[in-house]
């Protein structure tokens, strides 16, 4: 299989003209449920092109620092957006201080990660995160893969894409075991994919 950061390079021409055409605003709408400060630090992994939450962020003036392993997709991000500050680095590999980030993200990308290092990337967002700060990520789920717990490729974009989840119970389990409280765990369905849509707080 080829390796995944080089499919995104493939695919960032195609993100970078689809930029904004799918809506997200319902899940900004939750996110700024429970962010109670008016600018902050955000760290967005596997951040691609930036759009539309490192964008959202940057817009309202937050210092945001953007993670990915392709290149290609990071020069979108710098295109579009210079105030970005990137890493290019696999985010499972990156390291930061404890307390630095008000908010973490990562939107449609741990679920590229093997399962079994989904415990240890969330306690690292746990070490990043301020005291009450607050991690927004998209989860994969039974409605995607049609399995409740999967490790395995599926087709995306005419490649295929390893793609990795486990059940509700375990993930919720992962987020207590870690101390995270789970303020919002939504199924949203954007652009035909249901995905599991999960906010919680240090
Ligand atoms: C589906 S795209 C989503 C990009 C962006 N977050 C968005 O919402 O448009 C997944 C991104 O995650 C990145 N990615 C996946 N696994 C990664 C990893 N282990 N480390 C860094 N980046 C990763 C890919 O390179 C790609 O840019």
């Not at 741990?110 to 989860?139: C, D, R, S, V």
Request: charged share 25%.
């Amino acid at each position: 299989m080829v390796n995944l950061s080089l499919i995104y390079d493939k695919f960032a021409k195609k993100y970078e003209d689809n930029r904004n055409i799918f809506n997200m605003d319902n899940i900004i709408n939750d996110l700024n449920n429970y962010i109670n400060i008016s600018q902050g630090k955000l760290l967005d992994l596997g951040c691609g092109a930036g759009e539309p939450f490192s964008s959202y962020f940057i817009k309202k003036k937050w210092d945001v620092i953007g993670v990915d392993y392709s290149s290609e997709m990071l020069k979108i991000a710098n295109k579009y957006l210079p105030q970005l500050k990137t890493i290019y680095s696999d985010m499972t590999l990156v390291k930061f201080n404890i307390n630095q980030f008000d908010l973490v993200i990562a939107i449609y990308s741990i679920f590229h990660i093997e399962k079994e290092k989904h415990t240890q990337l969330l306690k690292n967002i746990y070490f990043w995160l301020k005291k009450g700060g607050i991690a927004l990520f998209t989860y994969a789920c039974k409605e995607y893969t049609q399995h409740s717990e999967f490790s395995g490729y599926k087709e995306f974009m005419g490649e295929q894409l390893f793609y990795s989840h486990y059940d509700e119970t375990t993930i919720k389990n992962i987020l207590d075991n870690i101390g995270f409280k789970v303020l919002s765990f939504k199924y949203y369905t954007i652009a035909d994919e249901t995905f599991l849509w999960i906010i919680i707080q240090k």
